[in-house]
């Protein structure tokens, strides 16, 4: 079991940029896939992106392709999301989840969360 903290979220305006940190402690973080989930008020959690264990795996939704990149920093216990070209619509509380091995798109599948961190993108 690890656990799991976000921070880095913020007020940005529409075009820029942030990067959210998951720092988690707890034995083993290097054996589990870590993903990144957004929720806004009134939908589902949303599944935005995800790295293997190794970091040599990833798989990132649609509305994440070529604006954010998830990476991982095993020897600190970190994980990251930096995002960029942001939009009023990536508004929303973002989690990060942790799972064994390998990663995953279903929100049900990961075993551990964090407590979320908020990003707000004004137009």
């Known amino acids: 079991q690890v656990q799991l903290v976000e921070s880095g979220g913020g007020l940005v305006q529409a075009g820029g940029s942030l990067r959210l940190s998951c720092a988690a402690s707890g034995r083993a973080f290097g054996s589990y896939a870590m993903g990144w989930f957004r929720q806004a008020p009134g939908k589902e959690r949303e599944f935005v992106a995800a790295?293997?264990?190794?970091?040599?795996?990833?798989y990132y939704a649609d509305t994440a392709k070529g604006r954010f990149t998830v990476s991982r920093d095993n020897a600190n216990n970190t994980v990251y999301l930096q995002m960029n070209s942001l939009k009023p619509e990536d508004s929303a509380v973002y989690y990060c989840?942790?799972?064994?091995?390998?990663?995953?798109?279903?929100?049900?599948?990961?075993?551990?969360w964090g407590q979320g961190t908020q990003v707000t993108v004004s137009s």
């Open positions: 790295m293997d264990w190794s970091g040599l795996s990833t």
């Open positions: 989840g942790a799972r064994p091995l390998t990663w995953s798109q279903y929100f049900n599948e990961y075993v551990n």
